[in-house]
């Protein structure tokens, strides 16, 4: 494209810099199955077997086929493009010439104005619709190579919140129950089945950041902004479920991502329901935020994480603090701990997070592990001996207990991960992003599915947190975000798996 204004070196490099930056990044095909570029008596079988590659030859073949696919559309669309800008200059040279002879008080000027108008709009039309008509083959041939798709059934949608939800978490008692912290100072138990909600706590005078239930009785464990950690108890009576109708969508990228318009979620909070205002008991020690708290192995201690660094170990019966647990150099961002050990790991704006070990009454380690650039917003055990850490660096870790100098599995990630969690029983990592995002990943670092996000279903704002309930094959993530809302989704685990 010419620049205006002169043809000096300064202009022309300035006007080809943004090109020779997009073309780096572009990505060539070459045309592999062409017969105009294929020696003669070679064979494409002949070209793959000479050429150094892991890929199988039936798969290198496949994805040959495909670029020729891809190609001959995009040639097809390329003459049809071509054919029509004739035809539209064409017009335009027929509509100047007319307009020449015309005088300009002629009155049939325009109507020539209203038929050029309604000439150029058809070709306009046609345009489009060759381009869609394309590009909805091309997408269509890959759709036909991949085969059935994991299917994620969206359960129910939990809406009552007046600000964004930090944190949920599920019972692990009977009545099982979904539990959600929200800025908005409550925290809310729902019905998983029917999206009711159930209890209300406002113990709290600051922004409640996290939520964890007992592992045996019915109390909650709950950080918040005002610099306290509470325990309280609860008692809920579970409503009758109702028939909902089958929402599903596969798990895959190909749905619309279009937003729905952000706003305020429909409704003016929760209706009337019983609500706890008086904590059991209340932990004071922080100087600042309580970011977040967690319940040892057998429920006598509690650890809490705050921007002052520090995390503390508490006695549950006499609200004691036991430890401090310092040595981060910024605010803390998370804690966890161990399921059958005791052990917690705390995570840190300093970039690290830190494994301390209780299990030794006389003697308290800690081991500081270096892994990511940015920001550890969280760090979690799994059943096995594994720690798995995410960070605003877009990254995620594994790590072995046993071996804790390298991960194990590096994810990388487009957008930065939130609190994330991990399946109990299938050992899968449920990531949530700050684009809206929520992906499935295992172990190993394969990536299995995306849930759906579209104008009917998913968040509209960035997703805080994600957490599991695995009952046999049926297995449940629910997400919650910034959008006031919490989510439920049911995740085909045989399909997944098939997937894999």
Known sequence: MPVEGGSSSGSASAARHPKQKRKAHSLSIRRTNSTEDRPAGIQRGDMLEGQDSKLPLSLRHNLLDLFG???????????????????IDSL?????????TVDGGDPTKGALKTKASHSTSQLSQKLKTTYKASTSKIVSSFKATAGS?????LLKEY?????????LSITRTVPVVLGTASADHSALLWSIETGKCLLRYAGHAGSVNSIKFHPTEQMALTASGDQTAHIWRYMVQLPVPQPTPDVSAPCDEDQDSSDREEGEVDGE???????????????KSHQGVVIA???????RQVVTASWDRAANLYEVETSELVHSLSGHDQELTHCCTHPTQRLVVTSSRDTTFRLWDFRDPSIHSVNVFQGHTDTVTSAVFTVGDNVVSGSDDRTVKVWD???????IATIRTDSAVNRISVSANQRIIALPHDNRQVRLFDMSGVRLARLPRSNRMGHRRMVCCTAWNEE?????LFTCGFDRQAIGWNINIPALLQEK
């Open 149 to 153: 798709r994991a299917v994620c059934q």
């Open 69 to 87: 696919q891809i190609e001959r559309e995009f040639e097809n669309l390329y003459i049809e493009n071509i054919e029509l800008r004739r035809e």
């Open 269 to 283: 909070g929760p209706c009337e329901v019983p609500t706890v205002r008086v904590a059991t008991a209340t932990l």
């Open 92 to 100: 335009n040279e027929r509509l100047t010439g007319d307009g020449q």
């Open 293 to 299: 708290a967690d319940w040892l192995v057998g429920g």
């Open 159 to 167: 809406m009552g919140h007046r600000d964004g939800i930090w944190d």
């Open 401 to 407: 207990l046993k071996n804790m100098r390298s991960p």
């Open 472 to 476: 046999n094959q049926s297995c449940n």
